[in-house]
């Protein structure tokens, strides 16, 4: 990147998807604002002044990837509606936004960081997803089977985004496993809820 004078909304967006990218390349302790601002051209004092301090940038970048994850899964929800709210393509949709979205490298710098509440968005972003792939017309005691669902797949998602290639290694079983049985778990949650 050049140091040719950005906008000060073009510096925090650069610095923002700057770390996004060290957080999933390299885990939460590579989130530094000296790694920040050498991915971009910029002194460690102007980071400084758009974000006022490392913790700063940590909730702005917390923010930042769950607002991207969750545009994402509206995104892939309205074409869904539009096309087939198969259970495996739901599952995808989750399993990839903990995975190459992010959501995964959130949470665990959401340990580190403290910051509990960052993951909420997207929790309810999947519920959405969920809601929208299942019987209308159901019982309030059905929601709590919706919540469970939402619970248990990003349970999966996480996980699998966290130590999936490990565990799938050690327990030497296939790396879509997880997918594959959260597949199942939509399919037989969407059959008990089919009305009779």
Not at 31 to 58: D, E, I, P, W, Y
Not at 71 to 99: H, N
Not at 169 to 176: F, H, I, K, M, T
């Amino acid at each position: 990147m050049s140091r040719r004078r950005l906008s000060a909304q073009e510096s925090r967006a650069a610095a923002l998807e700057a770390a996004r990218a060290l957080l999933l390349e390299e885990g939460p302790q590579a989130v530094t604002l000296k790694a920040v601002a050498a991915r971009v051209n910029r002194t460690h004092a102007n980071l400084l002044h758009h974000f006022g301090s490392a913790a700063g940038l940590q909730l702005a970048l917390a923010n930042y990837l769950a607002t991207a994850i969750c545009d994402e899964l509206a995104e892939a929800g309205r074409l869904l509606q539009r096309t087939d709210p198969a259970p495996r393509k739901m599952v995808d949709l989750v399993f990839d936004a903990f995975g190459t979205g992010g959501g995964g490298a959130l949470a665990a710098w959401m340990l580190c960081t403290g910051n509990k509440g960052a993951l909420d968005p997207i929790l309810e972003m999947v519920r959405d997803l969920i809601d929208q792939s299942l019987p209308e017309d159901m019982a309030e005691g059905e929601a709590v089977k919706r919540r469970e669902l939402t619970y248990a797949l990003v349970l999966m998602a996480l996980g699998r985004s966290l130590m999936g290639d490990e565990l799938a290694g050690s327990l030497e079983v296939d790396r879509g496993a997880a997918r594959r049985h959260g597949e199942d778990l939509i399919a037989i949650t969407r059959s008990r809820l089919e009305p009779s």
